[in-house]
C-alpha cells in the first residue's frame, strides 16, 4: 500500500506512464473523466498528453489498455491537437491493438481509427492501415480489411481514397487465411456499391470462383446509390442535411441523389496499373505493316490490337506506331485493314488518355479525309477513333484540321466532320467552348445548312444545335442572324434532343446521365450552367422595356453583337415610313421636307429637330425619320445651312432612339459624302460617332471606310481616316475588325493625295497604340520610304498608352458582365490581330523527301533539310499551322548527337513560332515538350538557345497548353539537375504571370518537392526560389497536403520551406479580361491605386497580354509598347509624388540623369522622382524574427554566396523601387556609385524610412566590402560617415541584429592595404560608438585582433586603446582580465606594428587603472614584460597631459546624480556608475530629446549670439578662475580610477548576476542567503545603483522561488513551515526595498511583472498560508507590496500586464474566479492612479492590449460571463483614458493593424463623442466646479482646446512669450478662468515660471518696470534688459525671456542643491517630485552643480567660501561659468 500511497499522489500525466500497472490504470481512468470534462479544446491541458496517446494504446498490460483506449478515443474526439498524434497512433492501434483476442479492444482500435478520419486526418489513417495489410499475422490484416471497410461504408469515396486500396485488394483474394479472404470479399462488395463496374477491371484477374461469388453478391445490391453517413468535422452542414432528411423520412431527395452520384463517379481507369506495350511489340513489326502482303500486315495489326486492349497504357514514344497506324489509315487499299488501325488508334489513345495529345495533330487529317470510305464497319471504326482522339486534345488544337475539311467537295466528309464536332461539342462546356473557337465552326456550319446534300445540312444542324445547347442560345445566336426563320427552328429543336454527356444544370440534359463520362469538364460542368442563362446584366444595361430585344445587345463581343438582337429591324417600305413620320412630325414639316425654297427646308427641319427633341425614346421611329431626311433632295441638299441641321438630326435620332443598323445604312452613304465638306464635316462626323454609339464603332468603322474609298473624293477618304482614328480613341479598339480595312488602309497609303497618306499614316499611329508592334507585319512589303514614315509615327506613339475611351462604355461594362469575359476571348487579343495576317500553306512543300533529309544517319545530309526547312518559313514569313509531317521530324533532331543542329533545330523553331503565331498551340505537345528535355543539355549555349526558344513559343501559345497534362510533371521527374534547374527557373519566372492554371500543376508537385532535396545545390534553391510562384495558385493548404508522402524527415524540412514560401507569395495578377475591357472605364484614380502596390507597374496594362504584374520578378514585357507605356505611367506618378514633396526634380535630375542613355534618359530620369526608401511599417521586426526562428538565412558568411544576394534582393524588394534595387544588384560599379549618390541625396530627407530600412542598407555595404573597386569603395564609405552622423542626431541606436550583420565586414576593411580607406573606417568606427555601446563594439574588435591580416589585428587593437582611452575599462568584454590576456598575446606578435599596437593598448589601460594592468594581464614572458615596462615607462613622460585632460570626465561620471535616471532600457548592463561615454557624449542622446534639445541649443545661442553678450557685459569676467579652480585639482583623478574602484567594478556584475541565479535555489538555506546579500545592495542607496539592469532577472529568479513554495515546498511536509514563512519574508522584505526605489522599479518589463503579480495573487489567495504562524502578518505585507509594485513600476508595463493577466484568468477555466478579481482590483486602483499618471503612459500600447482582451473577449462574449466586473472595468478604464486624453486617444491606435476591424475604435469613439456632448451640457448646466462662464457663454470644450492650444506655445522654446501673453490676456477677458486643470499635472517648477511670466507681463503692461525675480541680480543687469524687453516684446527668437527664464530655474536649482543663494524663494517640493520630462531637461544642469559642490567638499573649506559670495552675485555668472565648462568638456571629447 505504500507503493499506492506513492503514485496515488503523482499528476494524472505521471500516471499515465508510471511503471506500475495499477497506477496506469488508474491514470487512464482519470483522463478519461478529464478529457470528457474539458469543454476547450484548445485547452493547453491537451498539450500536455500530446506524447502520451501512444502510449494509451500500446500499453502492455491488457487491462490498462483497452481503458487506454477508451482515453484516447475521447482525447481524439475532443482535443484540437489531436492530429498530430495521427500516424504514431493508428500505427500502435495496427500493431498492439488488432492482434488482441478481445473483441471489446479492436472495436475500440477500429473507432480510434474512424475519428480520425473524422477530424480530417482520412490519408494518414488509410496508409497505416494499407500497411497493416502486409503483416504477417492474420488477425490484423482482417481487422484492417474491416477498418476499411467501416471506413468506406460510413464516410464514403469521396473521403477513402479508393486507389489504394483497389491496388491491394486482389493480393488479399489470394491469402491462405479464408478470415481474410472473406474479409476482402465483404470490402470489394463495399467497394463496389461506391463505384459499381469501375471495380470490375482491377479484379479481373482473381480467381474465377472468387469473381463468380463476387459478381453474385453485386447483383444483390440495391440500384440506389450509397450515401455518407458519417460526416467530417468540415462537414456540418452536410451533416445537418442528412439528419433532416433522415427525420422527414425523404432521404431519396432527387437533389441530394444528384450530389451523391456525383462525388460517387470513379474513373476506372484511375484504378488501373500501366502497361507498358512498346517493348512487347514484335520485332519485325515494322516490316510487316510496310509488307505488300495484305495478311501480313493483318497479323502486325492484330498484334497491336491485342496489346492494346490493355485499358491503361505506360507513357513512351509511340510516335513511330502512331505514324505506322496513320499510314495504313490514310493509304491501305484493304478497308479491313483501316478498320483495325483504326481500331488500334482508338484504343492507344483511350490506354494513354492525356498522354496521346501529342500525336492528335498527326491523326486527325488523315481520318477526317478517310471518312470518304462509304463502307459502316470502316465509318464506325473511324468515328471511334476519331472521338478517342478528341478526348485526349482540345478542340482548339484539332480546330485547324476539321477546319480544313468543311469545305471539301466530298460530302461524306463534310458529314462525318460536322458529326464528329456535334459529339465533341457534347463533351464541352461553356468554357471549354469559347466563342473565339465557336466562332470559325459556325461560320463553317451556316455554308452547310445550305448545302445540297441532306446528309450535310443535317449534321450542321445537329451539330448547331448542340453548340446552342452547350453554350446557350444567347451565345450562339450572334452567329445566326443571317438563317431564316425554318432553319433556326431546325437548329432549336436539334438543340432540344441533344443529350449532352457531361453534367449539365440547365435544359433538359440534367437527367441524361447513364454514361459518366470520367473527365475533368465534368467535374466543373456544375458551375458553369448558370453562366449563359443569366439575363440579368444585360437586363440592367438595356434602357426600355420596348420588346426585350434590345435588353440582351451589350452582351455580344463581335463585330455581329448588336445584329443579334440589337433592335434587328426589316427594311420598311417609303409608304410605312412616311406613315410612322406623320404620327409623330409635324403636317407642316412633311409638307416643307422637300420644297423647293431652301428657307422652308430650313424651317421644316427646325422644326423636325425640335420634335425629335421633344420625343420619347420608346416611341421615336428611327428608320422612317431617317428616311424622311433622306428623301429629295436628300444628301443631295445644297444650303449648307440645311445640309448642317440634317446631319445635326440624324445624330439626335442616333442619340435618342433605338438606332438599328438599318437605318443607319440608310443615312451612312450621305454622312460619308460630307464628311469632307468644310462646312458640313463637323455635324457629319458627329452624326457618324452618334451612329458608332447606337451601332457599335466595329461595325460603323467596317462600313465608312468601305464607302469612303468605293468614292473618288480624297478630302472624304482623309476625312474619313481621321474620323476612325478620332472615334478609336474615344471608343476604344475592343472589337474592331481591323481585317475589314486593312486593305483601304493600305489602299490610302498608296494614294497620290498626300492627305489622304498622312490621315491613314496617322490612323495607324492610334492603331498602333492598341496593336503594338504586330501591326508593323501588314505593311512589310510597303515602300521602304512609306515603311519609313510609319515607323516614324510608331516611334512617336511608343511610350504613350491609350486613352480611357468615353463613349460605348456602358456597353462594355455589360459585355463584361453578360458575358463573363471568358478567358480565352481575352487572351485571345494579340491572336486575333495574328490572325489577320495573311498565311502561307507550305504543308505541300515539307515533302517526304524533305522529313527523310532530316532523319538522315548523315549529317550533313540532316543539316541540308534542316537549311532547306528553313529557307521555306523565311520565304513564307506567316504561315498556317498544317505543316504536315515536320514535327516529327524536328523532334528527332532536338535530341541529335551533334550539338550544332540541335541549336539549328531550335532556331527554326523560333522561326516557326514567330511565322505560325498563336495557332502554333496544337503542337505544344509534340514539338514544345521536348524543347523543354534540351534544356538538360550540359553544355550552356545550347540550354540558353533553349530557354529563348521556349520563351518564343510562350510568347504566341500562353502558359496553359504547357501546363495541362503530365508532360511537365515527367520532365522534372528526370533526374538531371540542369533540366531541372533550368526548368524551375523558367515555371518561377512564368507562373506568377497567370492568373489561372490547369489543376495539371498538382502533378508537378511530387517532383518539386524532390527537387527540394536534390544533389545540386542549384536545383534546390531554383526549387525553393519556385515555391511561393506555385503556392500563389495552388494554395497552402493543397502543397501541405501533398507532403502526406513524403518520408517524415522529408516532410519536415518540406513544410519548413512551405512556411518559408507562404511568406514570400506573390499576389495573384488583376484579371486580363477587366484590365483590357474596363481599362478604358476607369479613371485616374483607379490608375493611381494600380500603382500603388506596384511601383513598376503601368496601371493601363497592355491590351493584347496579361504579362505586367505588380511584382518584382523579371517577367518579360508584353513588347516595346507595354515598356515604354510602363515608364510613361511611371514619368506621371513621378512627377506627382515630386510635387507632393516640394522637391524640384532638377536636383535629382543631376545623379540619376546621367546613368541613362542619351535616349531614354529624360524619361527614365522622370521614372525615377520620387522617395527611394520605403517605409514599412514592423517590416525591421519581422525580419529580426524570421532570422531568430531560422526562417531565413543568417547573415553570417566569409564571402557573400548567392543565397544571401538573392535573400536580400528578395527582402529589400518591398523597401526599395524596383529601379534602385535593379542598380544595387548591377554587375556594372559604376551602377553602384551612381545608386550611392542617390542614397545619399535623399537620406535626410527620408531619414525615417532610411531607418525602416537601416539592417538591409547596412547589409547591402557590407556586400560592398567585398568588392575590389577602389571607387565603390570610398563611395560607401562617405556614405556610412553620413549614415551615422544623421543616425546620432536622430538619437537611434543599433540593435544587435544591425550591428552583427554589418560590424565584422567594416572590421575587415580597417586592415585596407589604402591609409585613406583605413582612415575613413576608423572614422566610421568612431561615429559607431555614438549609435552603439561601445563595449559591444568592444567584442568585434577583439574578433578582428584573430585576423591573419597584419594590418587589421594592427589597426583593432589601436581601436581598442582608444575605447579604452575614452570610455574606461568599462568596454572591456567580457571582463577586463580576459580582455587584456587576449590583447597581451600579441605583445609577442611578429609584425611590429601589431607589437606596438598591442603595447600602446596596454600603455592606454595602465593610464586608466595603474599598476593593476600587471595584475590584469596575466602571465608574460620576460621578454614581452620588459618591453612592456619599457613602454609603460616612456609614456609615463607623457601622461600628465592626457591625465588633466581625462580628469574631468572621469570625476562626472560617479558624481552625476541622474545616473540611472539617463539609462534607456536597451542600454548594456553597467553596475555601478555611467561609463565615460555617457559621461561625455551621451546625456543628449539619452534624455528625452525635445527637453534636452531645448536646454542645449540656449547655450548654444547664448555662446553664438554677441548681442546677449553685451547685454550682461559686467558679469562675464566674474573671477572666472576661483571658480574653475577646484575642478583643475589633479589629486582627483586617483579617486575614482583606484585599484579597489576596478577590482569592484568588474566583478560586481558577475556577483551580481551569481547572487540572483542562487535566489530561485530549490535550498530554503541557500536562497534565503542570497537575498540577504541583495537586501543589503538595495537598503543602501549609494550601492543600489548596481542592481540596475538586473531587476528583471532578479524578478524573475523571484517569482521562480514563489512558484516553487507554492508547488513544491508547502506540500512537502517534512519541510518547517517557519523556515518557509522566513522564505516568503525575505522575499517580500526585497521587493519592498525594490520597489521603494522608483528609478529601479521602472526596469521591470511588462512579461515579468505579469508573472510577478500572477506569483503574489496565487500567494493572497493560497489558504495554506493563513495556516501558517503570522499568516495573516505576510498576506498584509502581499497586499502592500502588491500596492507598491502598482505605484512604483512604469506605468505602461504594470497597467499592460494586468490587461493581459486578465485576459489569461477569464480564459482559463480551472482557475479561481478569485484571482480574476484580485487583478481587476488592482486595475482599478490602476485607474485612480490614471489622472497623475496619464502623461508617463505609453497609449498606444494599452490601447494595443485592449484590442487584443477585445479580440479574444468581444462584448458579447465578456457580456456573457457570471460576473459584469470584467465588463465594467474595461469600460471604466476606456472612459477614464478618454475623459483624460478627449478626442486625441483616437490617434493612439497606430500599434492596431487592422483599426476598422477593431471594437476598441467603435467603443472609443463613442465614448469621446458622449463626453463631448456631455461635457457641452454641464458647460450649459453647472455653475461651479470650475466651469467656464463669461458674457459670450464660451462652451467648456472649446475652452479646453483654447488653454491647451495657450499652454503648448507655453512649452514650446521658440512660442513661450507669446503663449504667456496669450495667456495674460485670456485672465483678463474671463478673469474667473479656471487654469488649475492645466496646471494640476505640470511640474512645480513650470507652475511658477507660468506665474513669474504672467507678472513680468502685468508689470509691462501696468508699466510699473519689471519684476525684481531675485535680489541677487544687481540693478544694471535689470536695467540693460528693460530697454530691449519693453522696446522690442518679442525679439527675433524670443532671447530675452528665455534667457530671464533660464536665470530664474538656474536660481531654483542652486536652491534645490543646497547652493547659496542671498533671497530664498517660496518653499517647493523636492526634486524627485519633478515630471520625469522636466527632470531631464535638467539633468545635465543638475550633475554639474552637484559636481561643483562635491569638489567643495572634498576640499578645503576656504576654497568653497570664496566661490561662494560669487556664485550668490550673480546667476549670471553661473551660466556663463557652466558654459565655459561646458566648453571644455566639448574639447576633451575631440
Same mark, same amino acid.
Given at each position: ?33 478529464? *478529457? ?16 502520451? !496517446? ?69 490519408? +494518414? $489513417? ?310 473565339? +473557337? ?103 444595361? /438595356? ?198 480595312? #486593312? ?104 515533302? @517526304? ?22 529557307? #521555306? ?187 518559408? /514560401? ?84 532638377? %536636383? ?89 549618390? $542617390? ?44 549614415? *551615422? ?128 594592468? *600587471? ?38 561620471? &560617479? ?124 537598503? =543602501? ?24 513554495? @507554492? ?65 495573516? =502578518? ?8 502588491? !500596492? ?11 497597467? %499592460? ?65 457570471? %460576473?459584469?466586473? &470584467? ?54 448646466? %453647472? ?62 517648477? *513650470? ?54 527664464? @533660464? ?28 515630471? &520625469? ?58
Amino acid at each position: 500500500m505504500a507503493d499506492d500511497s506513492e503514485w496515488m499522489k503523482l499528476p494524472i500525466d505521471q500516471k499515465c506512464e508510471h511503471k506500475i500497472w495499477k497506477a496506469r490504470l488508474n491514470g487512464y481512468e482519470e483522463a478519461l473523466k478529464l *478529457f470528457q470534462r474539458i469543454e476547450d479544446e484548445k485547452s493547453p491541458e491537451w498539450g500536455k498528453y500530446l506524447g502520451l !496517446v501512444k502510449r494509451f494504446v500500446t500499453d502492455s498490460n491488457a487491462v490498462a489498455q483497452l481503458k487506454g483506449l477508451e482515453a484516447a478515443l475521447a482525447y481524439i474526439e475532443n482535443a484540437h491537437v489531436a492530429g498530430k498524434t495521427t500516424g504514431e497512433v493508428v500505427n500502435g492501434v495496427v500493431c498492439k491493438v488488432f492482434n488482441q483476442p478481445k473483441a471489446r479492444a479492436k472495436e475500440l482500435g477500429s473507432d480510434i481509427c474512424l475519428m480520425y478520419i473524422e477530424i480530417e486526418k482520412a490519408e +494518414v $489513417v488509410q496508409d497505416e492501415l494499407i500497411k497493416g495489410l502486409d503483416n504477417k499475422n492474420p488477425k490484423i490484416v482482417v481487422t484492417c480489411l474491416e477498418t476499411l471497410r467501416k471506413a468506406l461504408c460510413e464516410f464514403g469515396s469521396k473521403i477513402i481514397t479508393l486507389k489504394p486500396v483497389v491496388k491491394v485488394l486482389p493480393k488479399q483474394f489470394e491469402s491462405r487465411e479464408k478470415a481474410v479472404r472473406d474479409e476482402a470479399k465483404l470490402l470489394a462488395v463495399e467497394i463496389y456499391r461506391w463505384i459499381r463496374d469501375a471495380l470490375r477491371a482491377p479484379l479481373q484477374n482473381i480467381n474465377s470462383v472468387q469473381l463468380k461469388d463476387l459478381e453474385e453478391e453485386w447483383v444483390k445490391l440495391p440500384t440506389t446509390a450509397p450515401k455518407q453517413t458519417r460526416f467530417l468535422r468540415s462537414q456540418q452542414d452536410l451533416k445537418a442535411k442528412f439528419e433532416q432528411q433522415r427525420a422527414a423520412g425523404g432521404d431519396e431527395a432527387d437533389g441530394d441523389n444528384d450530389e451523391e452520384t456525383e462525388v460517387a463517379q470513379v474513373d476506372p481507369y484511375e484504378l488501373l496499373e500501366a502497361v507498358e506495350i512498346l517493348s512487347k511489340l514484335p520485332k519485325d513489326f515494322y516490316e510487316k505493316i510496310e509488307a505488300k502482303k495484305w495478311q501480313e500486315r493483318k497479323e502486325a495489326l492484330e498484334a497491336v490490337e491485342t496489346l492494346t486492349k490493355n485499358p491503361k497504357l505506360e507513357n513512351g514514344d509511340y510516335g513511330d506506331l502512331v505514324r505506322a497506324l496513320k499510314k495504313v489509315i490514310g493509304k491501305d487499299a484493304n478497308v479491313m485493314l483501316v478498320a483495325m488501325a483504326a481500331k488500334c488508334l482508338a484504343a492507344l489513345a483511350a490506354g494513354l488518355r492525356k498522354k496521346f495529345g501529342t500525336y492528335a495533330g498527326l491523326v486527325v487529317p488523315t481520318i477526317l479525309e478517310k471518312f470518304k470510305e462509304k463502307k459502316p464497319q470502316v465509318v464506325q471504326a473511324l468515328q471511334e477513333a476519331i472521338d478517342a482522339v478528341f478526348l485526349t486534345t482540345t478542340l482548339q488544337n484539332i480546330s485547324e484540321d476539321v477546319l480544313s475539311v468543311m469545305d471539301n467537295k466530298n460530302p461524306s466528309i463534310k458529314q462525318q466532320a460536322s458529326l464528329f464536332l456535334a459529339r465533341s461539342f457534347c463533351r464541352c462546356t461553356p468554357s471549354t467552348l469559347p466563342k473565339s +473557337v465557336l466562332k470559325p465552326f459556325c461560320a463553317a456550319f451556316l455554308k452547310q445548312v445550305n448545302d445540297s446534300a441532306p446528309e450535310v445540312r443535317d449534321a450542321a444542324f445537329e451539330a448547331l444545335g448542340t453548340a446552342m445547347k452547350v453554350v446557350g442560345e444567347k451565345a450562339v445566336n450572334p452567329f445566326l442572324t443571317d438563317v431564316d426563320k425554318l432553319k433556326l427552328d431546325k437548329i432549336k429543336e436539334c438543340a432540344e434532343k441533344v443529350e449532352l454527356v457531361g453534367k449539365k444544370g440547365s435544359g433538359g440534359g440534367g437527367e441524361k446521365k447513364e454514361k459518366p463520362a470520367a473527365k475533368a469538364p465534368s467535374v466543373e460542368a456544375p458551375a458553369k450552367p448558370s453562366g449563359p442563362s443569366k439575363k440579368a446584366p444585360p437586363a440592367k444595361a /438595356a434602357g426600355p422595356p420596348k420588346k426585350g430585344k434590345p435588353a440582351s445587345a451589350p452582351s455580344a463581343k463581335s463585330k455581329k453583337g448588336p445584329d443579334a438582337k440589337e433592335f434587328v429591324e426589316t427594311e420598311l417600305s417609303l409608304e410605312v415610313c412616311e406613315e410612322k413620320a406623320a404620327a409623330v412630325l409635324p403636317a407642316t414639316c412633311m409638307q416643307l421636307l422637300d420644297s423647293g425654297n431652301w428657307k422652308e427646308r430650313l424651317a421644316s427641319m427646325e422644326e423636325f429637330q425640335r420634335a425629335v427633341e421633344q420625343m420619347d425614346k420608346s416611341e421615336m421611329p428611327c428608320q422612317a425619320l431617317v428616311r424622311m431626311l433622306a428623301k429629295k433632295p436628300g444628301w443631295k441638299e445644297t444650303n449648307f445651312q440645311v445640309m448642317q441641321m440634317k446631319l445635326h438630326i440624324v445624330g439626335l435620332i442616333a442619340q435618342k432612339g433605338l438606332f438599328s443598323k438599318t437605318s443607319a445604312l440608310v443615312v451612312l452613304d450621305g454622312l460619308v459624302d460630307k464628311v469632307g465638306d468644310v462646312k458640313c464635316g463637323s455635324n457629319a462626323k458627329e452624326a457618324l460617332t452618334a451612329i458608332g454609339e447606337a451601332c457599335s464603332l466595329p461595325w460603323i468603322a467596317e462600313q465608312v471606310v468601305s464607302l469612303a474609298f468605293a468614292q473618288k473624293n480624297p478630302k472624304n477618304q482623309a476625312e474619313t481616316l481621321n474620323w476612325l482614328a478620332n472615334a478609336m480613341k474615344e471608343f476604344g479598339f475592343a472589337g474592331i475588325n481591323v481585317k475589314a480595312f #486593312i486593305n483601304n488602309v493600305k489602299t490610302a497609303l498608296g494614294a497620290t493625295n498626300p492627305a489622304v497618306r498622312t490621315s491613314a499614316i496617322a490612323l495607324l499611329g492610334v492603331m498602333y497604340l492598341y496593336m503594338g508592334a504586330p501591326l508593323r507585319m501588314f505593311f512589310e512589303d510597303e515602300k521602304p520610304a512609306l515603311l519609313q514614315q510609319i515607323n516614324a509615327e510608331f516611334e512617336k506613339m511608343q511610350g504613350q498608352s491609350p486613352p480611357a475611351p468615353f463613349r460605348g462604355a456602358k456597353k462594355a461594362g455589360a459585355e463584361e458582365e453578360g458575358d463573363a469575359a471568358e478567358e480565352e476571348e481575352v487572351d485571345g487579343g494579340p491572336g486575333d490581330i495574328m490572325d489577320l495576317l495573311p498565311r502561307t500553306d507550305i504543308s505541300d512543300k515539307i515533302t @517526304y523527301d524533305m522529313v527523310s533529309k532530316i532523319s538522315d544517319k548523315n549529317w550533313k545530309v540532316r543539316k541540308e533539310g534542316l537549311d532547306e526547312v528553313a529557307a #521555306i518559313i523565311s520565304e513564307a514569313k506567316f504561315i498556317q499551322p498544317s505543316i504536315g509531317e515536320l514535327p516529327m521530324a524536328l523532334k528527332g533532331r532536338l535530341n541529335d548527337s551533334n550539338k550544332l543542329l540541335v541549336q539549328q533545330t531550335l532556331n527554326i523553331l523560333q522561326q516557326i513560332a514567330t511565322a505560325m503565331g498563336p495557332s502554333l498551340k496544337q503542337h505544344v505537345r509534340n514539338l514544345g515538350i521536348p524543347v523543354i528535355t534540351v534544356l538538360g543539355d550540359s553544355k550552356a549555349n545550347v540550354r540558353a538557345a533553349a530557354m529563348t526558344t521556349l520563351n518564343a513559343w510562350v510568347e504566341q501559345t500562353g502558359m496553359k497548353e504547357w501546363l495541362e497534362g503530365e508532360d511537365l510533371s515527367e520532365e522534372l521527374k528526370k533526374e538531371n539537375p540542369f533540366l531541372r534547374q533550368e526548368l524551375l527557373g523558367w515555371l518561377a519566372e512564368k507562373l506568377p504571370t497567370l492568373r489561372t492554371v490547369p489543376s495539371d500543376l498538382m502533378l508537378c508537385l511530387p517532383n518539386l518537392y524532390a527537387c527540394l532535396e536534390d544533389r545540386s545545390g542549384d536545383v534546390r534553391k531554383k526549387a525553393q526560389d519556385a515555391l511561393p510562384t506555385f503556392m500563389m495558385h495552388l494554395g497552402y493548404e493543397k502543397m501541405v497536403k501533398a507532403t502526406g508522402k513524403l518520408k517524415p524527415a522529408s516532410k519536415d524540412q518540406v513544410v519548413g520551406m512551405l512556411e518559408k /514560401a507562404r511568406a514570400l507569395m506573390p499576389a495573384k495578377p488583376a484579371a486580363p479580361g477587366k484590365a483590357a475591357a474596363s481599362k478604358p472605364a476607369s479613371s485616374a484614380p483607379a490608375a493611381k491605386q494600380a500603382s500603388a502596390p506596384a511601383r513598376n507597374q503601368s496601371p493601363s496594362e497592355d491590351f493584347s497580354e496579361p504579362e505586367p504584374k505588380p511584382d518584382t520578378k523579371k517577367s518579360k514585357p508584353a513588347g516595346p509598347a507595354a515598356k515604354k507605356r510602363e515608364s510613361m505611367e511611371l514619368k506621371v506618378k513621378g512627377e506627382k509624388d515630386n510635387a507632393k514633396q516640394n522637391r524640384t526634380p532638377s %536636383s535629382e535630375k543631376g545623379v540619376v540623369g546621367k546613368k541613362l542613355p542619351v535616349k531614354a534618359g529624360a524619361k527614365d530620369e522622370e521614372d525615377r522622382s520620387g522617395p527611394i526608401f520605403i517605409l514599412v511599417p514592423n517590416a525591421k521586426e519581422q525580419r529580426i524574427k524570421e532570422e531568430k526562428g531560422l526562417k531565413i538565412l543568417k547573415w553570417n558568411f566569409m564571402t557573400p554566396r548567392d543565397e544571401y544576394v538573392e535573400q536580400l534582393k528578395t527582402q529589400m524588394s518591398t523597401c526599395l523601387p524596383k529601379w534602385l534595387q535593379d542598380e544595387l544588384f548591377h554587375f556594372d560599379f559604376q551602377r553602384h556609385v551612381k545608386a550611392i549618390g $542617390v542614397m545619399i541625396e535623399h537620406m535626410e530627407p527620408e531619414c525615417d524610412a532610411v531607418i525602416s530600412c537601416l539592417d538591409l542598407v547596412l547589409k547591402w555595404f557590407t556586400l560592398r566590402f567585398f568588392d575590389t573597386n577602389t571607387s565603390v569603395l570610398m563611395k560607401v564609405l562617405e556614405f556610412l560617415k553620413l549614415l *551615422f552622423t544623421m543616425l546620432s542626431r536622430k538619437n537611434y541606436q543599433l540593435s544587435d541584429y544591425e550591428a552583427s550583420s554589418f560590424i565584422p565586414y567594416l572590421i575587415l576593411k580597417v586592415g585596407e592595404s589604402k591609409d585613406v580607406v583605413r582612415k575613413d573606417v576608423r572614422a566610421i568606427l568612431t561615429m559607431l560608438c555614438k549609435v552603439y555601446a561601445a563595449s559591444k563594439v568592444f567584442p568585434f574588435l577583439m574578433d578582428g585582433t584573430k585576423s591573419k591580416n597584419s594590418k587589421q589585428r594592427s589597426e583593432c587593437l589601436e581601436e581598442l586603446g582608444c575605447l579604452i582611452e575614452n570610455f574606461g575599462m568599462n568596454v572591456c568584454q567580457p571582463t577586463p582580465a580576459k580582455a587584456l590576456k587576449e590583447i597581451g598575446v600579441h605583445i609577442g606578435d611578429r609584425d611590429t606594428t601589431v607589437r606596438n599596437a598591442a603595447l600602446n593598448t596596454v600603455v592606454a589601460v595602465y593610464n586608466t587603472c595603474g599598476e593593476q594592468v *600587471f595584475k590584469l594581464i596575466g602571465n608574460l614572458s620576460e621578454k614581452e614584460m620588459s618591453m612592456l615596462e619599457e613602454r609603460i615607462k616612456r609614456s609615463a613622460k607623457k601622461t600628465p597631459a592626457p591625465s588633466t585632460k581625462q580628469e574631468r570626465p572621469q570625476r562626472e561620471q &560617479p558624481t552625476n546624480p541622474n545616473a540611472t535616471f539617463l539609462r534607456k532600457p536597451a542600454q548594456e548592463e553597467v553596475p555601478n556608475k555611467l561609463n565615460q561615454a555617457r559621461a561625455q557624449n551621451a546625456h543628449l542622446e539619452q534624455s528625452s530629446p525635445s527637453v534636452t534639445k531645448e536646454f542645449q541649443l540656449d547655450l548654444d545661442v547664448f555662446e553664438n549670439n554677441h548681442t546677449c553678450a553685451s547685454d550682461i557685459p559686467d558679469l562675464v569676467q566674474h573671477k572666472l578662475d576661483e571658480v574653475l579652480e577646484p575642478v583643475m585639482m589633479p589629486e582627483l583623478k586617483i579617486r575614482p580610477v583606484s585599484p579597489h574602484f576596478d577590482d569592484i567594478h568588474n566583478s560586481t556584475a558577475s556577483t551580481i548576476n551569481f547572487v540572483i541565479s542562487q535566489v530561485a535555489s530549490g535550498d530554503i538555506n541557500t536562497s534565503i542567503q542570497a537575498l540577504a546579500q541583495i537586501d543589503e545592495v538595495l537598503r =543602501q542607496a549609494d550601492k543600489a545603483e548596481a542592481m540596475s539592469g538586473h531587476i528583471d532577472q532578479f524578478l524573475i529568479a523571484t517569482f521562480m522561488q514563489l512558484r516553487l513554495i @507554492y508547488n513544491t515546498h508547502m506540500a512537502d511536509d517534512r519541510l518547517d513551515k517557519k523556515d518557509i514563512f522566513k522564505l516568503y519574508s525575505c522575499i517580500i522584505g526585497n521587493m519592498l526595498s525594490l520597489f521603494s526605489m522608483e528609478s529601479l522599479a521602472r526596469e521591470a518589463s511588462m512579461g515579468v511583472l505579469k508573472d510577478l503579480m500572477h506569483g503574489l495573487i496565487t500567494l493572497m489567495l493560497d489558504s495554506r498560508v493563513e495556516d501558517i504562524e503570522d499568516g495573516q =502578518q505576510l498576506i498584509r505585507s502581499v497586499n502592500l507590496l502588491m !500596492v507598491r509594485v502598482l505605484e512604483k513600476s512604469d506605468q505602461t508595463n504594470i497597467l %499592460s500586464a494586468l490587461l493581459v493577466l486578465l485576459q489569461d484568468s477569464l480564459i482559463s477555466t480551472a482557475g479561481s474566479p478569485m484571482f480574476s478579481e484580485l487583478v481587476m482590483k488592482c486595475l482599478w486602483r490602476m485607474i485612480r492612479y490614471l489622472p497623475q499618471t496619464i502623461n508617463r503612459i505609453n497609449l498606444d500600447r494599452i490601447l494595443l492590449d485592449v484590442h487584443n482582451f477585445m479580440k479574444v473577449f468581444p462584448k458579447e462574449k465578456l457580456k456573457q460571463l457570471n %460576473s459584469d466586473v &470584467p465588463h465594467r472595468t474595461l469600460k471604466t478604464l476606456l472612459h477614464t483614458l478618454c475623459r483624460l486624453t478627449g478626442s486625441k486617444i483616437l490617434d493612439h491606435m497606430s500599434m492596431i493593424e487592422n483599426r476598422n476591424e477593431s471594437e476598441l475604435e467603435a467603443h472609443l469613439r463613442r465614448v469621446v463623442k458622449h463626453s463631448v456632448n456631455l461635457s457641452g451640457l454641464k458647460s450649459d448646466k %453647472s455653475t461651479e466646479k470650475g466651469a467656464l462662464r463669461s458674457d459670450d457663454k464660451v462652451i467648456k470644450a472649446k475652452v479646453s482646446d483654447i488653454l491647451s492650444e495657450i499652454f503648448k506655445k507655453i512649452g514650446s522654446k521658440e512660442n513661450t512669450k507669446e503663449g504667456l501673453t496669450e495667456l495674460y490676456e485670456y485672465k483678463q477677458k474671463y478673469s474667473d478662468a479656471d487654469l488649475e486643470p492645466f496646471l494640476r499635472n505640470t511640474s512645480q517648477f *513650470f507652475q511658477s515660471y507660468v506665474e513669474r511670466g504672467l507678472r513680468v507681463i502685468e508689470s509691462e503692461r501696468e508699466g510699473k518696470g519689471r519684476i525684481q525675480t531675485s535680489t541677487g541680480i544687481p540693478q544694471h543687469s535689470t536695467d540693460s534688459y528693460l530697454p530691449s524687453s519693453s522696446a522690442v516684446p518679442i525679439s527675433s527668437n524670443g532671447e530675452d525671456l528665455n534667457a530671464a527664464a @533660464y536665470y530664474e530655474r538656474l536660481k531654483i536649482l542652486r536652491q534645490r542643491r543646497g547652493l547659496e543663494n542671498s533671497t530664498p524663494e517660496e518653499d517647493r517640493p523636492p526634486l524627485s517630485s519633478l515630471r &520625469p520630462s522636466v527632470a531631464s531637461s535638467t539633468d545635465m544642469l543638475h550633475s554639474k552643480l552637484s559636481q561643483l559642490k562635491e569638489s567643495r567638499e572634498h576640499f578645503q573649506q576656504e576654497q568653497s567660501h570664496s566661490n561662494s559670495p560669487t556664485r550668490s552675485s550673480s546667476p549670471a555668472s553661473n551660466l556663463d561659468d557652466l558654459k565655459k565648462r561646458l566648453e571644455r568638456i566639448k574639447s576633451n571629447r575631440q
